[in-house]
């Protein structure tokens, strides 16, 4: 690369200050007159070189600001970009502090694959410079990022890797503390109540006084914790003392959020102690509040469905519960829709679009040579939607290979049916999309050990109507099978199935397929709610569901293939989830499970030495 010339330096020069100082204008005013000059100027501070160094603090910077307005989205391409850059010039500082505002902006909008890798890599960058403090905050974030896909007993490893810490200074013991608030949250979560009390015990003890805004805000969301976990453990009258000291708490700061959720801790206290027309009150007006504010709404919604359930109420909590299932559903389609155009965008460079692609090949005489171009490019594209799927399911099978086993097997069954190749391709992606919809359903229902009341299963079924709708407005092409299956593959044969009580052959034959392929995966592998189920049982569940849930023809030819699966291969699983083992989240929740034995390690044989030195 030819050095740039003194007019060109000039000009990269003044525009590394501009961006400067419009930034460090918006960090501390905490707003900016127009974020859309501060985005394009951190955008194009990744095209220059002028001041590296420079260039990515402010650039960072940039991130930070968009990050705290509640405009993540706009800080991820900016964080990635300077993750790029800072690996370009081995800024090895740079580097980890891009990776984590990855993390942290990929997150917060729901893009759990993507936060994970960036926090995988961190983790390696941190540990090989054996940083504890880095670490530390890797660990921290990425717990969070786990609460905020569901997968509590993942998140609460990565807690304990910051609450093994043990030291006088004041930053470890507020980080220690704030790990352990987040651990009685996912006890709560988990209905494990008594360490959930355990937790949020040691977070108070360790958090001393709150002497500033901040401190004060995390203060009341632990005693927010402590009150619902009181409340569990049926202690209601601790409870209306820590909702008491949530009040207190919050009037240190004028933080709406820290109103808010004093008000849901005192509204609940009230409820469970007796006062429910009191607590129920307060509740619905602090729900007004949070929506007029868009601050919390959630959080109060799931509140009040459980202090109208507590009071007698089903059929006002339902009310509620559709609430809150119509806001997450919104949501998370919105997320989901966001971060495939992210992926598409980041695609365009790299790949030609889909009509160049036929053009370009149609010249040529290899047909298939074309078919492949195609399908190369569309799994590209669907990566992003493959790996939210995937999360989705995380919460039913911990391993991250249902989706891909169905979408094998599927395939398989679609090639004994006589499909033609390129409908058994499109079937194979497409099926590991049919329940990517659960992201947009309640962790309440989703996880729920127990067996699912009428509302909740209600609400449940509507997994495959926000799944269609997520991949039919995904604007990537050929997207219809995906949809249907989402859509259908709940649907049953003899007409009493959901969302549309489609029957026979009027259901897709792409869902019919899968349908089967889901069930089985389903019954053979545990789940929260139920026991793997041994494979002639499974086996002999389909055959009796012949006519009535399933196409009769695809489950005769669905009992051979499996039949001749197994005594093909030894391992089953292992031949129908091989897709897994190139998907680059699952590798990234590898490279942590690894990281997190070693630390357990580590801190064992700590623990050794130093009972070696007691004695």
Same mark, same amino acid.
């Given at each position: 690369m030819e050095p740039p010339s003194s007019g060109a330096s000039n000009a990269n020069l003044a525009l590394l200050k501009q961006a400067d100082a419009q930034i460090s204008l918006a960090l501390r005013d905490g707003a900016a007159s127009d974020p859309r000059l501060i985005e394009a100027l951190a955008l194009q $501070?990744?095209?220059? @070189? #002028?001041? #590296?160094?420079?260039?990515? /603090? #402010?650039?960072?910077?940039?991130?930070?600001?968009?990050?705290v307005s509640g405009q993540a989205f706009t800080g991820l391409p900016i964080a990635q970009k300077a993750r790029s850059l800072a690996v370009e010039v081995a800024d090895a500082t740079s580097t980890f502090d891009a990776l984590l505002l990855v993390g942290v902006c990929a997150a917060d909008t729901?893009?759990?694959?993507?936060?994970?890798?960036?926090?995988?890599?961190?983790? @390696? %960058?941190?540990?090989? *410079?054996?940083?504890?403090?880095?670490e530390r905050r890797v660990w921290q974030n990425l717990g969070v990022a786990l609460m905020y896909g569901g997968l509590y007993g993942e998140a609460i490893n990565c807690f304990e890797c910051v609450t093994s810490q043990t030291s006088d200074d004041a930053g470890v013991r507020a980080s220690v503390a704030k790990a352990y608030g987040n651990i009685a949250l996912c006890r709560l979560n988990l209905d494990e109540i008594r360490a959930g009390l355990a937790a949020i015990e040691q977070a108070v003890t360790l958090s001393g006084e709150s002497n500033d805004a901040q401190s004060a805000l995390n203060r009341v969301m632990m005693e927010n914790n402590y009150t619902r976990l009181l409340l569990e453990a049926d202690n209601f009258e601790g409870a209306k003392e820590?909702?008491?000291?949530?009040? &207190?708490?919050?009037?240190r700061t004028k933080s709406p959020r820290a109103d808010i959720f004093a008000a849901v801790a005192e509204g609940l206290a009230e409820v469970f102690s007796g006062q429910a027309d009191v607590g129920i009150t307060r509740l619905t007006k602090t729900l007004d509040r949070a929506k007029t504010l868009k601050v919390s709404s959630r959080e109060v919604l799931m509140a009040l469905v459980k202090a109208l359930e507590f009071s007698g109420k089903p059929d006002q909590a339902l009310i509620y519960l559709r609430q809150l299932l119509e806001q997450q559903s919104a949501t998370q389609k919105q997320n989901v829709l966001q971060h495939v155009k992210?992926?598409?965008?980041?695609?365009?460079?790299? $790949?030609?679009?889909e009509a160049n692609v036929i053009r370009r090949l149609n010249t040529r005489q290899e047909v298939l040579e074309g078919r492949v171009a195609k399908q190369a490019l569309f799994k590209a594209q669907v990566e992003s939607m493959e790996r939210i799927a995937v999360v989705a399911e995380l919460r039913d099978d911990s391993t991250g290979a249902h989706s891909y086993r169905v979408g /094998?097997? !599927?395939?398989?069954?679609?090639?004994?049916?006589?499909?033609?190749?390129? &409908?058994?391709?499109?079937?194979? *992606? +497409?099926?590991?999309?049919h329940d990517i919809g659960k992201v947009g359903i309640p962790d309440g229902i989703l996880l729920k050990p127990a067996k699912l009341n009428a509302s909740e299963r209600e609400v449940m079924k509507?997994?495959?109507?926000?799944?269609?709708? #997520?991949?039919?407005?995904?604007?990537?092409?050929? &997207?219809?099978?995906?949809?249907?299956? !989402? /859509?259908?593959?709940?649907?049953?044969?003899d007409g009493t199935g959901y969302p549309s009580a489609l029957g026979g052959d009027a259901i897709p034959e792409a869902a019919r397929i899968t349908a089967l392929a889901d069930v089985f995966d389903a019954l053979t592998h545990k789940r929260p709610y139920k026991s793997a189920?041994? %494979?002639?049982? +499974?086996?002999?569940? *389909?055959?009796?569901?012949?006519? @009535?849930?399933?196409?009769?023809k695809l489950t005769e030819l669905f009992l051979g293939l499996i039949a001749r699966l197994r005594r093909e291969h030894d391992d089953l699983d292992a031949y129908l989830g091989e897709a897994a083992l190139d998907s680059p989240f699952l590798q990234a929740r590898d490279k942590i499970k690894k990281t997190l034995l070693q630390t357990a390690d580590s801190a064992d044989?700590?623990?050794?030495?130093? %009972?070696? $030195?007691?004695?």
């Amino acid at each position: 690369m030819e050095p740039p010339s003194s007019g060109a330096s000039n000009a990269n020069l003044a525009l590394l200050k501009q961006a400067d100082a419009q930034i460090s204008l918006a960090l501390r005013d905490g707003a900016a007159s127009d974020p859309r000059l501060i985005e394009a100027l951190a955008l194009q $501070l990744a095209n220059i @070189r #002028v001041d #590296v160094p420079e260039q990515l /603090r #402010v650039m960072l910077d940039a991130v930070r600001f968009f990050y705290v307005s509640g405009q993540a989205f706009t800080g991820l391409p900016i964080a990635q970009k300077a993750r790029s850059l800072a690996v370009e010039v081995a800024d090895a500082t740079s580097t980890f502090d891009a990776l984590l505002l990855v993390g942290v902006c990929a997150a917060d909008t729901g893009g759990l694959p993507t936060a994970m890798e960036a926090y995988a890599d961190a983790l @390696r %960058l941190a540990g090989g *410079i054996a940083d504890k403090v880095r670490e530390r905050r890797v660990w921290q974030n990425l717990g969070v990022a786990l609460m905020y896909g569901g997968l509590y007993g993942e998140a609460i490893n990565c807690f304990e890797c910051v609450t093994s810490q043990t030291s006088d200074d004041a930053g470890v013991r507020a980080s220690v503390a704030k790990a352990y608030g987040n651990i009685a949250l996912c006890r709560l979560n988990l209905d494990e109540i008594r360490a959930g009390l355990a937790a949020i015990e040691q977070a108070v003890t360790l958090s001393g006084e709150s002497n500033d805004a901040q401190s004060a805000l995390n203060r009341v969301m632990m005693e927010n914790n402590y009150t619902r976990l009181l409340l569990e453990a049926d202690n209601f009258e601790g409870a209306k003392e820590h909702a008491k000291l949530a009040r &207190m708490y919050a009037s240190r700061t004028k933080s709406p959020r820290a109103d808010i959720f004093a008000a849901v801790a005192e509204g609940l206290a009230e409820v469970f102690s007796g006062q429910a027309d009191v607590g129920i009150t307060r509740l619905t007006k602090t729900l007004d509040r949070a929506k007029t504010l868009k601050v919390s709404s959630r959080e109060v919604l799931m509140a009040l469905v459980k202090a109208l359930e507590f009071s007698g109420k089903p059929d006002q909590a339902l009310i509620y519960l559709r609430q809150l299932l119509e806001q997450q559903s919104a949501t998370q389609k919105q997320n989901v829709l966001q971060h495939v155009k992210l992926h598409l965008k980041q695609l365009h460079p790299a $790949l030609e679009d889909e009509a160049n692609v036929i053009r370009r090949l149609n010249t040529r005489q290899e047909v298939l040579e074309g078919r492949v171009a195609k399908q190369a490019l569309f799994k590209a594209q669907v990566e992003s939607m493959e790996r939210i799927a995937v999360v989705a399911e995380l919460r039913d099978d911990s391993t991250g290979a249902h989706s891909y086993r169905v979408g /094998r097997l !599927a395939s398989l069954l679609a090639k004994e049916n006589g499909c033609d190749e390129e &409908m058994i391709f499109m079937i194979d *992606i +497409a099926a590991r999309l049919h329940d990517i919809g659960k992201v947009g359903i309640p962790d309440g229902i989703l996880l729920k050990p127990a067996k699912l009341n009428a509302s909740e299963r209600e609400v449940m079924k509507t997994h495959t109507t926000i799944g269609a709708e #997520v991949l039919a407005n995904s604007n990537i092409a050929h &997207m219809k099978t995906a949809e249907e299956i !989402a /859509r259908f593959h709940h649907e049953w044969w003899d007409g009493t199935g959901y969302p549309s009580a489609l029957g026979g052959d009027a259901i897709p034959e792409a869902a019919r397929i899968t349908a089967l392929a889901d069930v089985f995966d389903a019954l053979t592998h545990k789940r929260p709610y139920k026991s793997a189920w041994p %494979l002639d049982s +499974a086996m002999t569940e *389909i055959m009796s569901l012949s006519g @009535r849930q399933f196409d009769p023809k695809l489950t005769e030819l669905f009992l051979g293939l499996i039949a001749r699966l197994r005594r093909e291969h030894d391992d089953l699983d292992a031949y129908l989830g091989e897709a897994a083992l190139d998907s680059p989240f699952l590798q990234a929740r590898d490279k942590i499970k690894k990281t997190l034995l070693q630390t357990a390690d580590s801190a064992d044989q700590g623990a050794e030495s130093r %009972l070696d $030195l007691q004695r």
